[in-house]
């Protein structure tokens, strides 16, 4: 993470890559034991001892209790059954109900189909509540302490043929299903054996005693199909599908033996349904929370795997619930067998981890030795952060929950579960978690508000620093299937308006996606850690013009105190972008946040017109809509920014049009509109700077640099004359009308405190001149850091005025940058001499791309420095000399590095453009020998000067002397890897050396040289092999009588492969050795105790490489190559084969001035053997397209044609 720096403290700004936050978590959350996941080997000995039974307040120790059924002390609403005569029913057909392995679900479905015309009428007991509580005194049983809760006769399947009713009995354990009150009343002797509703049915199994009801283990056919324990009822809803009467849907999970199962009463009476149904939930409640452990040792151990598997398991933020997805009523129809398998798709294990909800199918629980297999179906998964809509009630267990990513449409889940109300409460709660800077919720709510209040803790921040911004982002990115390892951003605790967050270019892709961006503005909104957020260089084109049509939850209508975004002016936030819509929201939720720059933001943004050719209204331009997402806020007091960064984005009228009433309101108290590079016209422009003048008060940088418009001289210093807090004024490379009147009043700079000055390109003349050195020369300029006037026209003697009006005690420098690169400054030159040997220079100084006409004036300009005392920063790179630079210039940079004892930056890089190439020559290496002595130089730019070898060596003999230099840059200089060997063994030694390159693009040049080398090479081998084409034959007929003289071979492409193979590696050897030796300083300077001269890197990396040349590789891998068979041309070996002849000499003679290539025969009495030769190489290796050659195979060998 980044490590937090105090204002005070100065801490550079680091970059840094995301990467997953740390997993704390608040005590407030609940959890689950899922240390089973960790004791799969343990024996049964050595397992934790089963908590005590003892009555919990929540299943999951939320909160208050999930419903107010559950005050009950386990004394629900019986139903007493009457001592009226029973009611008969008519016989009807009926088949044999068939067993089910799941349990007492039989021809049960989770929809049935209404039946018109049903009587209804005697299903339930009749008898009134009193008799029931009477009755339920005298309903226990002494002998095992069973207690009847509620007892009657209830429809139970409904069809076209079929009616089926049972009786059920509800104790303070299970749902016991009997065929009829008299089977009841055999096992619970309370129950009366003759009641209404009271029918037999045909022989089946039943309970055949109470032992075996209270049996957890017998789990026969008729006993499990007959009973359902309370602790494995997952719900107990009200299923709303249309028919004639009110059914309860009971839907148990056997998680030991049996899997799923469901059970539908169907009643007429409501208040019979209801009570059925509030007293089979609050009985199922009470034995859940009497339970020791709610879930079984392998079923959390099988969902503890799934979510590690996905990174989201963490022990302290896992939940689990068992719900039921409801199916979509249908009507008409009738149940079959396949509801089974329907309601075994229905159930899952809802597993809220650390950044994401899982809808985990339940597993087939028969799997061998007892391993759960999982299912078939696919998992559903759903970013805890994308949820926008809950709906649940204390009165059922029905609920529905709904999720939503960017450009999609919302996924609701129907669902229904015993623990709706605690489901609810943990998803409130994982989001504040993740989101716990966001004062407001972005979902819909329709339940009990007891439930936010309950939900609603304090979540601690402070164990993360930044407000937890890293928990935030990470769990954006997962919610959007982003990965935030590809987040690249620092805080900066060293500009304005400090700490400033600043995105950086991702890790690993070109850009940023829409999903990345919108994590990234999410995860920052609320967040008030930052007082300056900077997207600068960041494409954020794929959000301009997107509308999100599907939901409108993270539209920010109030600011952060509640007031409303209409307050003043009509904005309709939903029908933006979403660039707007995100961008508006971090500026009103935010109190803190005062600059937002959007620097080169919209690269691809071009202005379309608002009128045809024809002078006819068409589609308008949307704009930039940073500008309306912004402004208006300003406008209307909403928001705490008040300096917003537009460089880089062309506007257009529809911006202007949102801009100037922004400016025009003296209330917005705004402090700068940069609109640097923006494609301002004339009127633009003039319109932007005189709507500037109603911020006179606050206003302080106006930047109108880089504009294709011109300014009317006159209105421009009227109007620039208004303001009086001006810190910055940037006016580089505008235009204006001619005149011989300054660019900026006297009186009117002379008011200000300025801070920086930019006017690079902007020809000034004489008047302009005097003002900035009357300026310099002024107390109001102390507070003066910056100065540019590059590309102004000036020469040497303005140059030299400006440095003395700026110097207050001569010896003394300024603090102040002064910046006069590609001036004409060889004119007067001798001025710039004078005051840097009086000392009147500030104490940085640039002076870039100067073209010396004479080499004397340059020798000049270093003999003035030797003896300087105020510049500490020195900028001459790019110098142009009439030609190298002789050795008493050579020598007067040298005695520079000896003797200058304040000079701490110098940069003398060159330059190589395809039309002029500016280096100092070959006497640079020598001078650079005067660092050995130098004690005050610690950066050291060299780039572009060809230093090549030689000057490697004198680098290293500097590195290894010198302990004041910390950092060198010293690319692009033709040092191939024998210098930058040697570079890396003097950095074994030195202990200062802070930054040193590791040559990358000099590597790159140095393999292209060896490419184009070796590819001279190949060619001047394949010309000399043609000239003697016709030689082939002679030379292998004398080769086979042993009489040839030996000959050098060409390159195979396998040599060049070795070649390049072994100089990638050596390279990359030694740039880790750099690296290692890097890391050990920069330990040292940061007073790590790990790191130190010694003990820090290991033996073998101290221990000097040896430095060999590219042609010395080159010899030393050739050397170890396979040597190379040289056979003989396939049609003359198989032609003499046959023929059996040989060539007299006369007939070679002949064959050679007829210019034919002879045939080789072979001797009988001596074989021809292959000749082997070494081949050595002339040159570096290439890899060159094998033109030349054709490989291929004749009777089992590999032969060479050559053409």
Known sequence: ????????????????????????????????????????????????????????????????????????????????SGTGSPKTRHRTLQKGRPTSIFGSLG???????????????????????????????????????????????????????RKKKEYLVLTDTHLIRFKSQSRASETFHSISPFGRGATRHPSTNSIGSLQEVQSNNS?????????????????AYKVEDGRPFFTTEVVYLDEEYHGAGSIQLMLHDPKDADLWHTSIRAAAQKARLMMAEPYPERVVRFLVQILESLDDYDPNHFQVFRVVRRAANQRGGKSSSDDLQKL??????????????????????????????????????????????INCKYEDDRFEVGFRTPMVATKLLELAASATTDIAVVLIRAGQYLKPQWLDYNFSFNGPRRLLETADVPVAAEEEEYGCFDRTLVAYCMAYNCNPTNIQYAIDWEVEDAPEFKLFPPANTVKYSMSELLAIMRALRYNESFHSISFKDIDMHVLHGLHDIYGQ??????????????????????????????????????????????????????????????????????????????LPLCRSQLTEVTWIVLSGIELGETDLDDMIPALHEPKALLRAVECSRCGLSDRGIMQVLNHLGRQNATMECIDISDNPGRIQLEQFTQSISLFSKIRKLDLSRITRTSGEHPLIETKVILSWKLEELIMNGVPLNEKTLDTIAAYLSSNMSDSLRVVKMDQCNLTGSHVALLMRSMTRVPGEGRNIELHVSANRLEKGVGEIVRAVEENHTPTLLVMRMIEFTKEDHFKQLLQALRTNTTIRSLDISKASLPYDAGPETCDALQQLFVENETLEDLDISGEHAHLEVTRFGIGLSQALNGLKHNKALKVLRIEWQNLGLEGANTLSSVIEGNSTLTHIYCEHNDINLQGFTILVNALANNYTILDLPLLMNDQGDSMKRIHDNLKDTRRAQAKENNDHGNKISIRRKLTTLGASKPQKQDLTPQDLDAVVRVLNERWRTETQRLAIFLDRNRGIAAGLECYGPEGSVGEEHLR???????????????????????????????????????????????EKEKGAESL?????????????????????????????EKMFELGGGIFEMEQ
Not at 132 to 149: D, I, M, N, Y
Not at 220 to 234: C, F, H
Not at 1117 to 1142: F, I, M, Q, R, W
């Open 344 to 389: 075994g798709s229905s159930l899952f294990y809802m597993v809220i981890g650390l950044t994401r909800m899982h809808m985990i199918p339940v597993p087939d629980f028969s799997g061998p030795s007892g391993r759960l297999v999982a299912s078939k179906m696919s998992r559903s998964v759903f970013g805890l952060v994308t949820l926008n809509s």
């Open 553 to 630: 939850e993270h539209i920010a209508w109030q600011n952060r105190s509640g007031a409303s975004i209409n307050r003043l002016i009509a904005m309709r936030p939903q029908d933006k972008s979403l660039l707007y819509q995100e961008v508006q929201a971090l500026a009103l939720k935010s109190s803190v946040l005062r600059r937002m720059d959007f620097t080169n933001v919209l690269p691809r943004r071009r202005p379309r017109d608002t009128f045809d050719v024809e002078g006819l209204e068409i589609e308008k331009d949307p704009g930039c809509e940073i500008v309306s997402g912004l």
């Open 107 to 161: 021809k049960k479905s989770l929809s049935h189909h209404a039946e018109e015309g049903e009587d209804l009428t005697g299903t339930t007991p009749e008898s009134p509540m009193e008799d029931s509580r009477q009755h339920l005194e005298s309903s226990s049983v002494p002998a095992h302490g069973k207690t009847v809760l509620l007892h009657g006769e209830v429809q139970t399947t409904v069809g076209m043929f």
């Open 1160 to 1188: 080789s025969s072979v001797d009988e009495e001596t074989p021809k053997k292959p000749r082997i030769n070494t081949i050595i190489g002339e040159g570096p290796p290439t890899l060159p397209a094998m033109t030349n």
């Open 1 to 80: 993470m980044v490590p937090h720096a105090p204002k005070d403290s100065g801490g550079e700004s680091r970059r840094k890559s995301m990467n997953l936050f740390s997993r704390a978590m608040p005590s407030t959350l609940p959890q689950i034991n899922t240390e089973v996941a960790n004791i799969q080997g343990e024996d049964e000995g050595g397992k934790k001892g089963k908590k005590k039974l003892s009555k919990r307040t929540s299943m999951f120790g939320i909160g208050p209790t999930a419903s107010p059924d559950l005050q009950h002390d386990g004394m629900m609403s019986p139903a007493h």
């Open 219 to 235: 789990h026969t056919s008729g006993e499990g199909e007959s009973r359902i324990p309370l602790g494995q009822i997952v719900t």
């Open 1104 to 1150: 000097p490489t040896t430095a060999m040349s590219d042609r010395g590789i080159l010899e030393q891998v050739l050397s170890n190559t396979t040597p190379k068979v040289e056979l003989g041309n396939p049609v003359e070996d198989h032609v003499s084969k046959v023929a059996g002849l040989s060539i007299s000499d006369a007939e070679l003679q002949d």
